[in-house]
């Protein structure tokens, strides 16, 4: 049986995708779609990935969490004053950005910057639940643009966190007219489903490496704010 995009399916799209232990490495994958709409093409986007994660199981579980349908509030002080409205959103979402050994963010393009909802995203992790991971960095928009999310997340949507964005990184333009059938309508399309099969591989690979980097490496919270 195979999903819209001629791969098989991949479980719970907002919850869990379980796979057997085939070449998984024990690893989690976090993928955030952060557009603030719902239905969304970023959400499209995730989906598709899902399914080729699925097929290929480089990750044992991988999670979504898609900021159109479940939106963090605004972060506040509450945050860090034990704000009963944070206890009682944040421990779900918390365990999934720690538990994940990587992550992928698919952002979309809102007047030539990344989403309110991923800006206010990166504001709710330290070192200690992000701190070397690779993220796997794809900026969308329905016109020819997207590169400006990638420019935005690369220049200030890591200080604190500590992400590794990858090298790589993944550029959808017109991506309502792409990943709508199962297989791809002209070149274009499959030059991107290519690109996107090779940079998950690229992904895991780092998600290899920096796991044994993290197994040795010891936070100094004098440093945590730090330029």
Known sequence: MHNAYGLS???DF?????FAPKNTYGMNL????????SPSQSSK????????????RWFERVEVLDLGRHPLPLWDQGVWEGDPKWQKILPPVRRQVTEADAYVFIIPEWNGMATPAMKNFTLFWGERETGHKP???????SEPNGQYPIADMRAFGLKNNKWVFIPDHLVIRHVDRYFNTPGPVDEHEKFLRDRIVYSLKELHAYAELLNRFRE???FDDRFKYAP
Not at 46 to 54: G, K, R
Not at 135 to 141: D, F, H, R
């Open 9 to 11: 399916p991949a479980g």
């Open 216 to 218: 040795r490496w010891v």
């Open 135 to 141: 993220a796997l960095l794809i900026g969308v928009s």
């Open 30 to 37: 976090l993928i955030v779609s952060a557009s603030q709409r």
């Open 45 to 56: 986007m995730a989906a598709y990935l899902l399914a080729v994660i699925e097929q290929y």
């Open 14 to 18: 907002y919850g869990k995708a379980h």
